[in-house]
């Protein structure tokens, strides 16, 4: 139960100041890079007809995420911006499901994966949104329907960032607690297997998707 919480940490010494770097999630987003460009790399390289099963699999996700991209932005913006979706889901599919392999963690369960997909949905919706509609508008949006609800709109906004990156990471961290407890409680018999297949493969599913899909709603209301 102790190593739930046990992370290993690089201590980069500066003046005034020392910087935190948590070793065990950039190896094992370094795996994730190393899987998902594989993964690309494979797809592009061997496209053939009949399609491989790598194909048909790269081609339905980008065949999906477009599609789902295009009704919420418009073709011209999804041309634009789908491979973004594409690439965010697949990072965040391969990272929910790095943890089914043995003496293997998802990045996601450290709170500082999702908050910075997070923040980088946050900054792109925003970019979107001054780009679409000039600054002055974009700076206007905030004051309305009344001025004085300038400030909830602004914590709205900032809430989207801690709302998107606390439901993945509680879900991720969830399940990792829940294996750990039933793991103790029946002695690694049977039942936690399956839990940390059920946890990787379904509900990792289910919150990369869910975490893709609000990126891109969040980009569409900066298009309104």
Known sequence: MDRLGEIHQLLIPLPGYTVTINLEVLVMTAIVFFLALTF??????????????FQIVGELIVLTFFGLTEEAL?????????PLICALFIFLLLSNWLGILPHLEEPTRDLNTPLSLGLLGFVVA?????????????????????F??????????????????????????????????????TFSILLPPFLNVFFGLFVGTIQA???TMLTVVYISVQLK
């Open 40 to 53: 690309g790399f494979t797809v592009s390289r061997k496209r053939s007809m009949p399609p491989s099963r």
């Open 126 to 146: 925003h970019y979107v949104g001054i780009r679409e509609k000039g600054f002055k508008a974009y700076i206007k949006s905030y004051f309305e329907p009344v």
């Open 74 to 82: 418009g073709r011209t913006h999804a041309k634009r911006y789908a």
């Open 209 to 211: 998707f869910v975490f």
């Open 148 to 185: 004085f609800l300038m400030p909830l709109n602004v914590i709205g906004e900032l809430a989207k960032i801690v709302s998107i990156s606390f439901r993945l990471f509680g879900n991720i961290m969830g399940g990792a607690i829940i294996i750990l407890v039933v793991s103790y409680l």
